[in-house]
């Protein structure tokens, strides 16, 4: 086998350093207090949630292997993959051999127990992992833990055959996918723990808080001596051992597979001053050869991949230098997404914004308690909230509008709303909800955040997905045509929709405005430019010191907004005070740009919004911003010039106009200003 399986090292490469044994250090009396080297300063002091304990999901695998009791055991097993990462599997009413798990039990037992220098003959060799000692151990400087390991690889075994099957009809995915990557070529390591008594225990870790890299894990407590600890949001909890039971639990690979459904879990060793601890870990991983990375059925029916898809050469490299350290190598795997592929050519003005890590990620993972410094703002705008003027926001009736009977009272309103509001309309379209892809360095276009221009940038509590829709020969081809088909279908509706629905309007609003239809058309014909954002606000742990979105107007002619799943959080600016705009059902949000000002020489005035959070609930929103067709000079109309005596801005070039955006940070209508004459 070319490569080592969990952990540690690919054709030689990052393999561990050797060390001395905790378990001859203990029995030969040669300590009294811990070595400097064991001290951990850094252990994790979150509480202890001891109430937690007597919820740990429990599978009784006799069920999950019956017919007449599979489907609810399953439901059962998919609710403890998605809500826990982590179960015990019972055998207690299963034609498992106790006695047998018995006699593995005393022979593990026995193995620890052999004088030091039988065990010595199994030490690990230079360069290799197998054997008798610690694993992920790559420097001289680091901090190690309380215990040892036998570890060695087992070819095609595992106990519980069924799992892994289980879980893939748990997830409603077709039998044959999860049976080629966990098929009976599957790898198997397995490593034996000893974690000896400690006179400050305290102050080490029998195990550093890790999740496993591997598939599946499944973990005899072999001594029933407690020590195994998860994490489950954000506090520890006991698992205390099970009779006839082992302990089971998701790891990154699955994590992978699954493309985020099932979570892989943080766990950790602790020790005690008086009784040694025993375990029994076996880790599965895929077969062979096979590739890493979710599976084509849940991409396709997620709308998108949160993972990228890496070799098994590539994956165990990445794993093999690193330390245990929480969940960081999956973020590392998550966070390289966005690194896979070189940079494309530049097509007219490239737009760029520096990659910052996934607010989303961050929330999900559980990696926050409190806001980090980079997101708080000092700078919120503290304005009044009025409650009373929301009732009062424009509403558009688009069938009155394009009516020839009731169209032109609708276009007065529609006027009016453009004049007074600059929020216009709400309009009835469906829509799928936001998938993920990163933004590549030096680009915006992908999943992240646009309009970062500098390392001390304040940032939003939020991610989004921007991509190009129209002109399609401006389509980035690693984004769109990437998408899962039906995804990219409905992307493609919902483009072609909404720019007949901003064709109207900007029709409808020169009839307003009374300038002849040929001067609007020429700016947004059929050549208009289309880009379409989907916006993600997860719940913030101090929403009152953050912004969603930060305050600002659309550098674009016409935003037509859907708000996903009615959560509010769209604030407008309107004499002064902020206005919630309550999310209307079946309606769009649309509101003027600072191009639409600039080109109307003022009449329609863009509007000032901002999106807040709240602390329990998601805010999703999707954005289509409409642009002037290719090369058209942005200014104002002749014809309203020639009639208000005077432009009040200058004309400029769509390169001007777009490289003086690109390098700047949201900052209210400032950039409108830049062209004021």
């Known amino acids: 086998m070319g490569w080592i399986l969990n952990g540690v090292g690919v054709n030689g490469v990052g393999l561990p350093i050797l060390t001395s044994l905790v378990q001859e250090m203990v029995e030969e009396n040669l300590i009294s207090t811990v070595p400097p080297r064991y001290v951990r300063p850094d252990l994790d002091k979150a509480e202890i949630d001891s109430d937690l304990t007597t919820e740990i999901p429990i599978i009784d695998m006799n069920l999950l292997c019956s017919s007449t009791s599979m489907d609810s055991e399953i439901d059962k097993l998919d609710s403890a993959c998605k809500e826990w990462g982590f179960f015990q599997a019972s055998l207690k009413n299963s034609d498992f051999n106790s006695s047998f798990l018995d006699k593995i039990k005393s022979e593990i037992q026995d193995f620890f127990n052999l004088p030091m220098t039988e065990k010595k003959n199994l030490w690990q060799r230079p360069g290799e992992i197998e054997g008798f000692g610690q694993a992920f151990v790559v420097s001289e400087e680091q901090k190690l833990d309380w215990g040892a390991c036998n570890l060695f690889i087992y070819a095609s075994l595992t106990c519980f055959p069924n799992l892994i099957n289980e ?40 195990l550093t808080p890790h999740s496993d890299a591997t598939g599946l894990t499944i973990l005899l407590q ?10 489950k949001n954000g506090k520890w909890v006991s698992v205390k051992p099970l009779p006839n039971a082992f302990v089971v639990n998701i790891g990154d690979m699955l994590e992978m597979i699954t493309n985020g459904a099932y979570k892989s879990i943080e766990h950790r060793g602790v020790v005690n001053s008086e009784k040694e601890r025993l375990s029994m870990a076996t880790f599965h991983n895929t077969g062979t050869g096979k590739e890493i990375g979710p599976l084509r059925s849940l991409v396709e029916r997620q709308k998108g991949a949160c993972f990228r898809t890496v070799t098994p050469e590539e994956y165990f490299k990445g ?84 009516s020839s009977t009731s169209m032109d009272s609708e276009i007065d309103k529609l006027d009016f709303a453009c004049k007074e509001w600059e929020v216009q309309d709400f309009f009835n379209l469906p829509m799928e909800e ?116 930060t305050p600002h107007s659309d550098a674009t002619g016409l935003t037509i907004l859907l708000q ?30 600072d191009m639409l000002e600039m080109i109307t020489n003022g009449t329609y005035k863009s509007i ?31 014809s309203l010039v020639k009639r208000q005596k005077g432009a009040c801005f200058r004309t400029v070039t769509p390169e001007e106009y777009f490289k003086g955006l690109a390098s700047r940070e949201l900052d209210g209508k400032a950039f409108l200003d830049v062209w004021r004459i």
Not at 611 to 626: D, I, P
């Open 564 to 593: 996903v799943n009615e959560v509010e959080g769209l604030q407008i600016k309107k004499n002064g005070k902020w206005v919630s705009v309550k999310p209307l059902p079946n309606a769009f949000v649309v509101n003027i740009g």
């Open 222 to 231: 072999v001594n029933e001596v407690e020590g195994l600890q998860i994490k």
């Open 319 to 402: 794993l093999a230098s690193r330390e245990l350290d929480g969940k960081a190598f999956l973020i590392f795997i998550f966070s390289s997404f966005k690194k896979q592929a070189a940079m494309e050519a530049k097509r007219g003005i490239q737009w760029s914004s520096i990659i910052v890590p996934s607010v989303q990620e961050m929330v999900e993972k559980n990696l926050i308690t409190t806001v980090p410094p980079r997101y708080l703002r000092s700078d919120l705008d503290k304005a009044e909230i009025d409650s009373d003027l929301r009732t009062e926001i424009p509403i558009i009736d688009m069938n009155l509008l394009c």
């Open 434 to 549: 936001k998938r993920k892809l990163r933004q590549r360095p030096g680009e915006i276009e992908g999943f992240g955040q646009a309009f970062v221009v500098s390392e001390e940038q304040k940032l939003d509590w939020g991610d989004m997905f921007l991509l190009t829709m129209q002109p399609v020969h401006l389509r980035k081809p690693h984004l769109l045509p990437k998408l899962p088909p039906p995804f990219r279908d409905a992307l493609e509706k919902y483009s072609a929709e909404v720019k007949s629905i901003a064709k109207i309007l900007l029709a409808k609003m020169a009839r307003a405005l009374k300038i002849k239809p040929d001067e609007m058309e020429y700016l947004f014909g059929d050549d208009l430019g289309q880009k379409l954002r989907m916006n993600y606000y997860p719940p913030c742990p101090e929403p009152d010191q953050v912004y969603g979105l």
């Open 608 to 638: 000032e919004h901002r999106g807040v959070v709240n602390s329990e609930k998601e805010r999703l929103s999707m954005a289509t911003f409409h642009n002037t067709g290719t090369g058209k000079e942005i200014g104002s109309l002749r």
């Open 167 to 206: 879980n893939g009809k748990a997830l409603e995915i077709k039998p044959e996918e999860m049976e080629y990557v966990f098929s009976d070529d599957l790898g198997q390591k397995l490593r034996m723990n000893y974690y000896p008594p400690c006179p400050e225990p305290d102050q080490v870790i029998g």
